[in-house]
Each structure stands twice: as structure tokens, then as C-alpha cells.
């Protein structure tokens, strides 16, 4: 009933660039927090950055001054921005979001997740 898809991953040279983008549809009503969380192999998934429906933003410090989340209410998109990329930010990069959608039975919120996006940084 809501589905959440990313986009952007890839290959990119230490210094590089991405923007990652995600798209949640479905039958949303609204969505409160959006984020992205990244895991790398063998380590946990960890919060890299969040961003309020009011616009607020919460980043991990190993991110600040590189990252940068933005959305769109309208249409239910959450971006990041990544600069200076590093080997160390190599991970899944998963979205993430605080929503409440319509069932058939009525509004219910839930945290979704979508199926996550490879960011690769190697020389």
C-alpha cells in the first residue's frame, strides 16, 4: 500500500559527487520525518541524515559540511546531496519514513523503508 524507491547510487571516485533520491507513493496521507540511513557490511544501519515536515535537519556528525537533505511535501520526495565523498561512506544508502497512510479500515502510521541504493567510493 505505500512503497518507498530509491535512485542515484553508483561508482564514484574518492571527492566525488552523488544525489540520491526517494519517492514514496501509495495511499499516504501525510509523512512526518523523512530520512536516509546507510549500512555497511558487517556494521550496523546508522542514521545519516533527517528532515522534518517543517524542514528541521539532523545529520550524523561524520556527514556535516558534506551532506545535504532536502524534500518535497507535495510530492513526497526526500533528496541527498553527497559531496566529498569518501571510502568510508561506502554502504547501502536505505530511505526511511515516518508516515500515516489509508487502509481500508482507516489511517495507521508506520515507519517504511525502501529497498536501498549501492553508493560505491573507490579510486
Known amino acids: 500500500q505505500v512503497q518507498l524507491v530509491e535512485s542515484g547510487g553508483g561508482l564514484v571516485q574518492p571527492g566525488g559527487s552523488l544525489r540520491l533520491s526517494c519517492s514514496a507513493s501509495g495511499r499516504i496521507v501525510s509523512i512526518n520525518a523523512m530520512g536516509w540511513y546507510r549500512q555497511a557490511p558487517g556494521k550496523q544501519r546508522e542514521l545519516v541524515a533527517e528532515?522534518?515536515?517543517?524542514?528541521?535537519?539532523n545529520y550524523a556528525d561524520s556527514v556535516k559540511g558534506r551532506f545535504t537533505i532536502s524534500r518535497d511535501n507535495a510530492k513526497y520526495i526526500v533528496a541527498l546531496q553527497i559531496n566529498s565523498l569518501k571510502p568510508e561512506d561506502t554502504a547501502g544508502y536505505y530511505c526511511n519514513a515516518d508516515l500515516v497512510y489509508n487502509r481500508d479500515s482507516g489511517y495507521r502510521s508506520r515507519q517504511c523503508w525502501g529497498q536501498g541504493t549501492q553508493v560505491t567510493v573507490s579510486a
Open positions: 528532515v522534518t515536515v517543517g524542514g528541521r535537519t
